[in-house]
């Protein structure tokens, strides 16, 4: 059938069919980080452009069969996607994958490949149709791929505010409705029959009445809560689902819950009754039941989190991450009077204080007590306030922690920026205290320690091994950091809570090395040295030949839980089989594995299959030696394009304050205003304007990366104090510019390779999914190593690569 046909667009079912497609991307996110340790985003968005990828490749071999059957193929390629989708996930969630055993257990890294593989099915079914219609409707390119992003976008934000209403597997049913949905419209934009638009929406109902057992979460057995799970009589009483978390409160009547992270050995008090929070399966808090007399609490008092009150008697108290609330009751049993807490979740607040609030006593409700739903950093670099003393909650899990599951983990919370924000806020002689677990060989305190000395530095502080003192248990470190130096009988206070509680003294001001590593002995007085190389020796030396890394955290690389060097890994090899696990961190082990695995896929699945068609179908475009410029173009397109959205959505974190409002707005602004990019690049589609606008495009790039590199950070700084929607207004239009030039090249690339040779279009496609595919893991690699500046430039790098490429690609169509 002639493209010229009056066959109507099928707009309505790409829009739909995209919004579902992403939504499905942004969901898999959601359910990796419960059902896994991470949210694995990089390894989620390249799975599902491999399936992109994949499609150009299928489609360059059978696309003589499929074009001439578009009108019965397309709505069955949404059809596939809306079942699969649904289909593949809950196979992929029986597959026995453990990252914890990675090491040790080489069938994982197949079992992940497995995972890989099966849940890029459904983009690829997806993606299949979106191109099918392009290379069905060629003139009408840029209107297509402008409903394929605007449906993008809108699906972004939509699967947002599902996930508000709905738990990730009732979303995930009604994602496959959706595409269902998506089917039957296609079929009647085509003109189809009663017949095909009424099966979709049919087989669409049947998935609500798939078994309530096939949609339980597959959680791993080495997450807390399925550990917990095990002991007798243990059972889950509460559940919440938000996209800002799973929550379960879990009762154990048989073996009390007995959660004190850190207590003192030589304790006597002990907890009262609790119930468990666990959000995401892991990150546990504790819920104290409601106590007669504040000395029932008295075991707070035997943390190494408790020293900051016995430095000075704090009037005004800032806990960041609240929790369940046992921050909270710490700073009431020292009878601090004022006490402002923060937490990110809602829904924990709801369920201390209404739904067990008959258990907890409301503690959040107390006299003297203010609590802030909002995220911990966003709130002190709103505030005006001052406090005496700011404490940073430990909410993550000790298991996750030793792990390594963090190590991709963005953690805005201990960057040399947050620091800086928190000091900013304390009182005169005011304190910030942070605790972590203590992890062997040290790393976590370490580098935490690393990470304050280097703001205090560059702050100008010329006192900063005055205004520091550093505490050890045997499973916590406690660093407090004043604002003034600590006096003599300051020193004398912490010297007697470590000595009555047998914690160890990492570091005071004039600390001998004799009192160092003398309760819960180490090999080495690591915490001691380390803090003496920091303060008075080689800082550079430490961080150079320190086994892990312990470089500061900073905005530009807010990896503070990633501390593998690859000098380690001859050592990691040899113990393997023992002990070697502990050395490196797990979740940096599955990045390096997917970014293997995605450069394998796209070779055997996109590159291979395009090399085997382009030598019977490429011939008249590849014969006049363009094969590297279609390669180039499309390529560096696809690699820059994921770069530049990637470290934007890191980007705006800092500003927004949450992954969540993050990457909904950054997807949507993107998606939107490439959208309309890609419309507006049908105005350049004559030959003459063709160059004209790609040089454009690529120069406004450009000029905006570089503008927004060295401007960001001031600009998120300077306007901190806004209020939310006047933030995520600002955002959005921070991203229309770039986004809407990042929209034109590939349109008027495939216009050109459409004009020259059409069988080439799944071919340009399928080297920019190949590209992308890979690019979503290297971009989070780069980011790790050496910061998200690097891979704007890279980026940058790639769109000026594609603009020259460009140059060859159009030749002789004018």
Same mark, same amino acid.
């Given at each position: 059938?002639?493209?010229?046909?009056?066959? *109507?667009?099928?707009?309505?079912?790409?829009?739909?069919?995209?919004?579902?497609?992403?939504?499905?991307?942004?969901?898999?996110?959601?359910?990796?980080?419960?059902?896994?340790?991470?949210?694995?985003?990089?390894?989620?968005? +390249?799975?599902?452009?491999?399936?992109?990828?994949?499609?150009?490749?299928?489609?360059?071999?059978?696309?003589?069969?499929?074009?001439?059957?578009? /009108?019965?193929?397309?709505?069955?390629?949404? %059809?596939?996607?809306?079942?699969?989708?649904?289909?593949?996930?809950?196979?992929? /969630?029986?597959?026995?994958?453990?990252?914890?055993?990675?090491?040790?257990?080489?069938?994982?890294?197949?079992?992940?490949?497995?995972?890989?593989?099966?849940?890029?099915?459904?983009?690829?079914?997806?993606?299949?149709?979106?191109?099918?219609?392009? #290379?069905?409707?060629?003139?009408?390119?840029?209107?297509?791929?402008?409903?394929?992003?605007?449906?993008?976008?809108?699906?972004?934000?939509?699967?947002?505010?599902?996930?508000?209403?709905?738990?990730?597997?009732? %979303?995930?049913?009604?994602?496959?409705?959706?595409?269902?949905?998506?089917?039957?419209?296609?079929?009647?934009?085509?003109?189809?029959?009663?017949?095909?638009?009424?099966?979709?929406?049919?087989?669409?109902?049947?998935?609500?009445?798939?078994?309530?057992?096939?949609? /339980?979460?597959?959680?791993?057995?080495?997450?807390?809560?399925?550990?917990?799970?095990?002991?007798?009589?243990?059972?889950?009483?509460?559940?919440?689902?938000?996209?800002?978390?799973?929550?379960?409160?879990? /009762?154990?009547?048989?073996?009390?819950?007995?959660?004190?992270?850190?207590?003192?050995?030589?304790?006597?008090?002990?907890?009262?009754?609790?119930?468990?929070?666990?959000?995401?399966?892991?990150?546990?808090?504790?819920?104290?039941?409601?106590?007669?007399?504040?000395?029932?609490?008295?075991?707070?008092?035997?943390?190494? +989190? =408790?020293?900051?009150?016995?430095?000075?008697?704090?009037?005004?108290?800032?806990?960041?991450?609240?929790?369940?609330?046992?921050?909270?009751?710490?700073?009431?049993?020292?009878?601090?009077?004022?006490?402002?807490?923060?937490?990110?979740?809602?829904?924990?607040? %709801?369920?201390?204080?209404?739904?067990?609030?008959?258990?907890?006593?409301?503690?959040?409700?107390?006299?003297?007590?203010?609590?802030?739903?909002?995220?911990?950093?966003?709130?002190?670099?709103?505030?005006?306030? *001052?406090?005496?003393?700011?404490?940073?909650?430990?909410?993550?899990?000790?298991?996750?922690?030793?792990?390594?599951?963090?190590?991709?983990?963005?953690?805005?919370?201990?960057?040399?920026?947050?620091?800086?924000?928190?000091?900013?806020?304390?009182?005169?002689?005011?304190?910030?205290?942070?605790?972590?677990?203590?992890?062997?060989?040290?790393?976590?305190?370490?580098?935490?320690?690393?990470?304050?000395?280097?703001?205090?530095?560059?702050?100008?502080?010329?006192?900063?091994?005055?205004?520091?003192?550093?505490?050890?248990?045997?499973?916590? +470190?406690?660093?407090?950091?004043?604002?003034?130096?600590?006096?003599?009988?300051?020193?004398?206070?912490?010297?007697?809570?470590? *000595?009555?509680?047998?914690?160890?003294?990492?570091?005071?001001?004039?600390?001998?090395?004799?009192?160092?590593?003398?309760?819960?002995?180490?090999?080495?007085?690591?915490?001691?040295? #380390?803090?003496?190389?920091?303060?008075?020796?080689?800082?550079?030396?430490?961080?150079?030949?320190?086994?892990?890394?312990?470089?500061?955290?900073?905005?530009?690389?807010?990896?503070?839980?990633?501390?593998?060097?690859?000098?380690?890994?001859?050592?990691?090899?040899?113990?393997?089989?023992?002990?070697?696990?502990?050395?490196?961190?797990?979740?940096?082990?599955?990045?390096?594995?997917?970014?293997?695995?995605?450069?394998?896929?796209?070779?055997?699945?996109?590159?291979?299959?395009?090399?085997?068609?382009?030598?019977?179908?490429?011939?008249?475009?590849?014969?006049?030696?363009?094969?590297?410029?279609?390669?180039?173009?499309?390529? =560096?397109?696809?690699?820059?394009?994921?770069?530049?959205?990637?470290?934007?959505?890191?980007?705006?974190?800092?500003?927004?304050?949450?992954?969540?409002?993050?990457?909904?707005?950054?997807?949507?602004?993107?998606?939107?205003?490439?959208?309309?990019? +890609?419309?507006?690049?049908?105005?350049?589609?004559?030959?003459? *304007?063709?160059?004209?606008?790609?040089?454009?495009?690529?120069?406004?790039?450009?000029?905006?990366?570089?503008?927004?590199?060295?401007?960001?950070?001031?600009?998120?700084?300077?306007?901190?104090?806004?209020?939310?929607?006047?933030?995520?207004?600002?955002?959005?239009?921070? !991203?229309?510019?770039? %986004?809407?030039?990042?929209?034109?090249?590939?349109?008027?690339?495939?216009?050109?390779?459409?004009?020259?040779?059409?069988?080439?279009?799944?071919?340009?496609?399928?080297?920019?999914?190949?590209?992308?595919?890979?690019?979503?893991?290297?971009?989070?690699?780069?980011? !790790?190593?050496?910061?998200?500046?690097?891979?704007?430039?890279?980026?940058?790098?790639?769109?000026?690569?594609?603009?020259?490429?460009?140059?060859?690609?159009?030749?002789?169509?004018?």
């Amino acid at each position: 059938m002639s493209n010229t046909s009056p066959e *109507r667009l099928p707009r309505l079912s790409l829009v739909l069919l995209s919004g579902s497609a992403l939504g499905y991307e942004i969901l898999l996110t959601r359910l990796f980080a419960i059902v896994q340790w991470h949210h694995f985003a990089y390894m989620v968005i +390249s799975l599902a452009l491999l399936g992109y990828g994949a499609s150009g490749s299928f489609l360059s071999l059978t696309r003589h069969r499929l074009l001439p059957r578009f /009108q019965t193929v397309y709505p069955l390629l949404i %059809a596939a996607f809306g079942i699969s989708a649904v289909a593949c996930y809950l196979l992929a /969630q029986r597959i026995p994958f453990h990252p914890d055993e990675l090491l040790w257990a080489p069938r994982q890294a197949g079992r992940l490949l497995m995972i890989y593989l099966l849940l890029a099915l459904p983009f690829f079914f997806a993606a299949s149709a979106i191109a099918l219609a392009l #290379a069905r409707h060629t003139r009408a390119v840029s209107q297509l791929y402008a409903m394929d992003l605007l449906g993008s976008g809108l699906g972004s934000l939509a699967i947002i505010g599902l996930l508000f209403i709905l738990d990730p597997m009732q %979303a995930l049913r009604l994602l496959g409705v959706l595409a269902m949905l998506a089917s039957a419209l296609a079929a009647w934009e085509l003109g189809a029959r009663r017949g095909p638009i009424l099966a979709p929406v049919a087989l669409g109902l049947l998935l609500f009445a798939l078994p309530g057992d096939w949609l /339980q979460l597959a959680v791993s057995p080495y997450k807390p809560l399925n550990q917990a799970l095990n002991i007798h009589d243990t059972r889950v009483v509460a559940e919440r689902s938000s996209p800002l978390g799973q929550l379960s409160v879990v /009762q154990s009547p048989a073996v009390p819950w007995r959660h004190a992270p850190g207590l003192s050995l030589l304790a006597e008090g002990e907890p009262p009754a609790q119930l468990a929070l666990f959000t995401d399966a892991a990150g546990m808090t504790a819920l104290n039941a409601e106590v007669r007399q504040l000395n029932d609490l008295r075991y707070l008092d035997q943390l190494t +989190s =408790a020293l900051p009150y016995h430095l000075q008697r704090p009037q005004r108290v800032l806990v960041l991450g609240a929790g369940g609330g046992s921050e909270v009751l710490q700073a009431r049993y020292h009878q601090v009077p004022s006490i402002d807490a923060v937490e990110l979740n809602p829904q924990v607040i %709801a369920l201390v204080e209404e739904a067990f609030g008959d258990f907890t006593g409301r503690p959040f409700s107390a006299p003297g007590v203010r609590t802030h739903i909002a995220e911990a950093r966003g709130f002190v670099a709103d505030s005006k306030q *001052r406090w005496d003393l700011i404490q940073v909650a430990m909410l993550d899990s000790f298991a996750a922690s030793s792990a390594g599951m963090y190590a991709l983990h963005e953690s805005y919370l201990y960057t040399t920026e947050a620091i800086a924000d928190y000091l900013e806020h304390l009182a005169p002689e005011g304190q910030l205290a942070i605790t972590r677990w203590v992890r062997l060989p040290p790393r976590d305190g370490l580098k935490l320690l690393a990470t304050v000395v280097a703001t205090l530095n560059d702050s100008g502080v010329g006192d900063a091994a005055d205004r520091l003192v550093m505490i050890r248990g045997w499973q916590t +470190s406690t660093l407090l950091v004043k604002n003034g130096r600590y006096a003599p009988e300051q020193i004398a206070s912490l010297q007697t809570f470590c *000595r009555e509680r047998g914690f160890d003294l990492a570091y005071y001001p004039g600390m001998p090395a004799a009192q160092a590593n003398l309760s819960n002995r180490l090999r080495e007085p690591y915490f001691f040295d #380390a803090a003496q190389s920091l303060l008075h020796g080689d800082a550079e030396a430490l961080l150079r030949n320190y086994r892990f890394d312990l470089t500061p955290a900073s905005d530009e690389r807010p990896y503070f839980f990633h501390f593998f060097k690859w000098s380690l890994l001859p050592e990691l090899m040899r113990f393997k089989g023992l002990a070697g696990s502990n050395l490196l961190d797990t979740g940096y082990l599955v990045l390096m594995i997917t970014l293997l695995q995605a450069v394998l896929a796209s070779l055997v699945l996109i590159l291979l299959p395009l090399w085997l068609s382009g030598r019977s179908v490429g011939a008249p475009l590849l014969a006049r030696g363009r094969r590297f410029a279609v390669f180039s173009y499309f390529g =560096a397109i696809g690699i820059a394009f994921l770069f530049l959205e990637l470290a934007f959505i890191q980007r705006f974190i800092q500003f927004l304050h949450h992954p969540l409002y993050a990457i909904a707005v950054v997807l949507t602004g993107f998606l939107l205003f490439a959208g309309l990019g +890609s419309a507006f690049s049908k105005r350049l589609a004559s030959s003459r *304007r063709q160059r004209l606008g790609v040089h454009a495009a690529v120069a406004g790039i450009a000029l905006l990366t570089l503008v927004y590199i060295v401007l960001l950070g001031p600009l998120f700084g300077l306007l901190a104090g806004w209020a939310m929607p006047g933030k995520i207004l600002l955002s959005i239009l921070l !991203i229309a510019p770039l %986004a809407f030039c990042m929209g034109i090249p590939f349109p008027l690339g495939l216009g050109v390779v459409g004009q020259q040779a059409p069988s080439l279009l799944p071919w340009a496609w399928a080297i920019n999914g190949c590209a992308s595919v890979i690019s979503a893991a290297l971009a989070t690699l780069l980011a !790790i190593e050496f910061g998200f500046g690097v891979v704007l430039l890279a980026a940058l790098g790639m769109y000026i690569l594609a603009a020259l490429s460009f140059s060859a690609l159009a030749r002789g169509t004018g």
